[in-house]
């Protein structure tokens, strides 16, 4: 079975979607980790605290990456 792909259009969207994800993931990992320690409630303090991270960061990086290619443009040699 084969997967249907989305759009060309979406991928604007996805990459930061995704990379929300995955970030949000692995930082809200090591602050709850840093305060916590491995505790018992870890998986649930950490869950909670990576939704709400996740929350802040898809719309933040939605307006972030435009600024962010504009200066990485600004800094590299054109091909």
Excluded at 13 to 26: A, C, D, H, K, N
Excluded at 29 to 55: D, E, R, Y
Aim: glycine content about 6%.
């Amino acid at each position: 079975m084969k997967i249907k792909r989305l759009p060309a259009r979406t991928a604007s969207l996805l990459m930061p979607f995704i990379l929300s994800i995955l970030m949000t993931f692995v930082v809200s990992a090591v602050a709850t980790m840093t305060n916590m320690g491995p505790a018992p409630g870890f998986l649930g303090k950490w869950m909670s605290a990576w939704g709400l991270s996740w929350l802040i960061a898809f719309p933040t990086l939605l307006l972030a990456l435009p600024l962010a290619r504009s200066i990485v443009r600004s800094l590299v040699e054109r091909a």
